[in-house]
């Protein structure tokens, strides 16, 4: 098992700009996690999935966000009209499956910079 | 709501010196504590976790054990080794649900 994957790991993008970011979580993980990141903070929620059903959304999360996970495996986070103040890490989360269900298993992230 | 205050940074000590990194907590219920670590251009790992009252979770030499009376999670390491600097973040997760982080504690550890 190679743990939660991310891609892109970097994304530039001009302000204004549609962005989409995938990440693939550990292969028997029913949850994922989306969380976001800035400079001298910690994760911040965004939403989370399980299997394809989006359970919960954070209330701070412009309709500009949406989230999918249509099979129930990977997850696509999207970013419509991208705003400076949406530069920021991007990570991804998994859990679940056979072994303890609470532990959370972070990706690499990845960290868009909104010009 | 479920918050996490974790005690400010930064830290800075010298190798084989004590450490701890205080951490309190406010939620509703019994969350699952953990304490993830950061290391420069990497990804978050899971350092240790505690499920319930008075259990201690353990790794590479860390400990923290969970206070309910105190809510509190401290992290603890008897000799620090400069491998250690990196970024520690406290977390709480109700029931597999969405998890709630401090804001981190950067450590410097110098030989």
């Known amino acids: 098992d190679t743990g939660v994957s991310q891609n892109p790991r970097h994304k530039i993008t001009k302000r204004g700009q549609n962005v989409t970011f995938r990440c693939d979580p550990i292969?028997?993980?029913?949850?994922l996690y989306w969380y976001r990141q800035t400079l001298g903070q910690g994760p911040e929620f965004l939403t989370y999935?399980?299997?394809?059903?989006?359970?919960?959304k954070s209330r701070l999360l412009s309709d500009r966000f949406s989230a999918e996970r249509p099979k129930g495996s990977f997850s696509t986070l999207e970013i419509q009209r991208t705003e400076q103040g949406d530069s920021a890490m991007y990570l991804c989360?998994?859990?679940?499956?056979?072994?303890?269900?609470?532990?959370?298993?972070f990706g690499p992230g990845t960290r868009l910079t909104v010009l | 709501g479920n918050s996490v205050t974790q005690m400010e940074g930064p830290v800075t000590l010298s190798e084989e010196a004590f450490l701890t990194i205080n951490c309190t907590y406010t939620?509703?219920?019994?969350?699952?504590l953990f304490w993830y670590v950061q290391y420069p251009g990497e990804g978050l790992q899971l350092l240790l976790k505690a499920t319930k009252a008075d259990d201690k979770g353990s790794n590479k030499g860390f400990e923290a054990t969970y206070r309910k009376e105190t809510t509190s999670f401290h992290l603890e390491k008897g000799s620090v080794q400069v491998s250690d600097s990196a970024v520690y973040f406290c977390?709480?997760?109700?029931?597999?649900?969405?998890?709630?982080f401090g804001d981190g504690t950067t450590l410097t550890v110098k030989p």
């Open positions: 989360a998994s859990s679940g499956g056979g072994g303890s269900t609470d532990t959370q298993y």
């Open positions: 292969s028997e993980h029913n949850r």
């Open positions: 939620a509703t219920g019994y969350p699952s």
């Open positions: 999935f399980q299997n394809e059903a989006q359970l919960e």
């Open positions: 977390a709480l997760s109700p029931n597999a649900g969405k998890s709630t």
